[in-house]
């Protein structure tokens, strides 16, 4: 996937951020995906990754920070501000109204029922998402079988252990990190004559 040189203003930077979270109500990470690697391409589904994994690690909401890190790569601070703009100015005031509406209306059956099978659609999007950025993994230095070993670790620790993010970031992401770099280590040093 050719990979273009990103959006040509600050302007493109906010309403493309806008039009994100605008579109991804309960599950902008897979809007995400499509929005900036397939329909824009700023980035390919690798940068993505990469950027996703950062997101992961950091305070905040994964999309938030993934545009702060995406204005900031454009534009710097002022696209960063752009980008954070554009990512919750619109939707805020969505999500205030719709609190407030939901504050009237919480103790209706109809609405606890459906609030309950949007979760089911939420978790199909997360779902989606792994699945589309799973080819991204063989240009991980840990090579595919290592990746997806290490993803079903994450996915036992997390559904079976219940390990809370912080321990499981320093066990397995320290894991992760460490069989990365000697990946890398292996890939620079066979690349040397």
């Known amino acids: 996937m050719k990979v273009k040189a990103g959006p040509a203003s600050l302007g493109q930077l906010f309403w493309a951020f806008n039009r994100l979270a605008l579109q991804g109500f309960g599950g902008v990470l897979a809007v995400a995906q499509r929005e900036l690697v397939e329909r824009l391409g700023w980035l390919s589904r690798e940068d993505f990754l990469d950027t996703f994994a950062i997101a992961q690690v950091l305070p905040g909401p994964n999309i938030v920070n993934i545009s702060l890190m995406l204005g900031d790569r454009f534009f710097g601070t002022r696209g960063a501000f752009a980008a954070l703009a554009g990512m919750l100015c619109f939707p805020s005031l969505i999500v205030i109204s719709m609190a407030a509406l939901y504050g009237e209306f919480a103790n209706l059956p109809m609405v606890s029922n459906a609030l309950r099978g949007m979760g089911a659609v939420s978790a199909g999007l997360i779902m989606a998402t792994g699945l589309k950025l799973l080819p991204s993994l063989k240009m991980s230095p840990l090579g595919r079988p290592l990746a997806l070993l290490l993803a079903l670790l994450t996915i036992a620790a997390v559904v079976y252990l219940r390990l809370p993010l912080p321990y499981l970031l320093l066990s397995l992401?320290?894991?992760?990190?460490?069989?990365?770099?000697?990946?890398l280590r292996r890939q620079e040093t066979a690349g040397k004559p």
């Open 173 to 183: 992401g320290s894991v992760g990190m460490a069989l990365a770099w000697r990946g």
